[in-house]
């Protein structure tokens, strides 16, 4: 058995447990019901069509279900997929759980947590460290636990944590090289930025967007969070309204989400620290399911590009 359906190439042969993402019904062109399903376990997930399915299938077959699969993987327009030979749900003599097929974060919870609890002490304008605090111990345990995104990026277990210190890592070094850069104002930027998706999220095994998410989005999300704690703590100033701007503008563009662009040198900043992050976290993890000399395959969020590995490379 290989180590995951992340490392099955095209054309080989998978007989193994997976978990359902997500199921959603279809019709077929020649009428006939089928489940289209996302599987994945912790190297990764590939989409699998179930023909002709019936209501017993759709009522076994769902999301967060367990499944025993057997098939092939190929290919269609130019990403895997699995073709099903047979499916069935997990049961209880098989010894499996749902944990062993989610994928978590490379770093342990307490280190990340304690590594965003520094760079809040870090800051010295007291009104940027207290808005800060404040909405840290109010979504500390939704922090701790939700993905950054439903899929691309850090789309895994603890992953909104994990990409929160990366970038705060990244953010050290550039205010390192640039010293005129307000660093209290880009931590507090960059913590706060996505933690609007702990309400844009449902949870953090399965997620999906509710509907608070669909209708409003993390970035609306968390400018009000951040107006509604400055009046809580009885805070008054610029700094509210930048702050805001910050997380308004995270994204660079209106066509990318973002209702303003950045207009201050940190929210560039925030803005490229994101994207960096972001890029190479999906960069990384599509690399290494990759062997040397052959190219991943083409990543929808990065302009459809498929990215080669040097066969020098390890």
Same mark, same amino acid.
């Given at each position: 058995m290989k180590a995951g359906i992340g490392h099955y190439q095209v054309g080989e042969a998978f007989d193994h447990y997976l978990l359902i993402k997500n199921a959603n019904k279809g019709v077929a062109s020649n009428g006939?019901?089928?489940l289209s399903l996302m599987l994945k376990d912790r190297t990764g997930e590939i989409d699998a069509k179930l023909w002709e399915a019936s209501a017993e299938d759709e009522e076994l077959f769902h999301q967060g279900e367990i499944v025993k699969v057997s098939g092939e993987v190929g290919q269609f327009r130019g990403k895997p997929q699995l073709k099903i030979h047979s499916i069935r749900p997990a049961q209880s003599t098989d010894g499996i759980k749902a944990a062993d097929?989610?994928?978590?974060?490379?770093?342990d919870k307490e280190s990340m947590m304690d590594r965003i609890?520094?760079?809040?002490?870090?800051?010295?304008?007291?009104?940027?460290q207290r808005i800060t605090r404040h909405l840290v111990k109010k979504h500390q345990e939704e922090l701790i636990h939700y993905p950054a995104a439903v899929r691309n990026h850090h789309n895994y277990i603890s992953g909104l944590l994990?990409?929160?210190?990366?970038?705060?890592?990244?953010a050290k070094s550039v205010a390192e090289l640039y010293p005129e850069v307000d660093k209290d104002l880009l931590y507090a930027g960059i913590i706060l930025h996505d933690l609007g998706k702990t309400r @844009?999220?449902?949870?953090?095994?399965? %997620?999906?967007y509710t509907v608070e998410g669909k209708l409003l989005g993390h970035i609306s999300i968390m400018s009000e969070e951040i107006k509604a704690a400055a009046e809580e703590l009885q805070i008054e100033g610029e700094e509210v309204t930048i702050l805001q701007h910050m997380i308004l503008s995270h994204h660079g563009r209106q066509e990318w989400g973002s209702p303003k662009p950045p207009l201050v040198r940190e929210a560039e900043l925030l803005h490229y620290i994101d994207m960096m992050d972001a890029r190479m976290n999906m960069l990384n993890r599509a690399l290494a399911k990759t062997n040397p000399g052959e190219f991943t395959e083409k990543?929808?969020?990065? @302009?459809?590009?498929?990215?080669?590995? %040097?066969?020098?490379?390890?």
């Open positions: 006939r019901p089928f097929f989610i994928e978590k974060a490379p770093l609890t520094e760079a809040v002490f870090e800051m010295k304008n007291p009104n940027l994990h990409h929160i210190v990366s970038m705060l890592n990244l @844009e999220l449902s949870n953090h095994t399965s %997620p999906s990543m929808y969020s990065l @302009e459809q590009r498929a990215f080669y590995k %040097p066969a020098f490379s390890k």
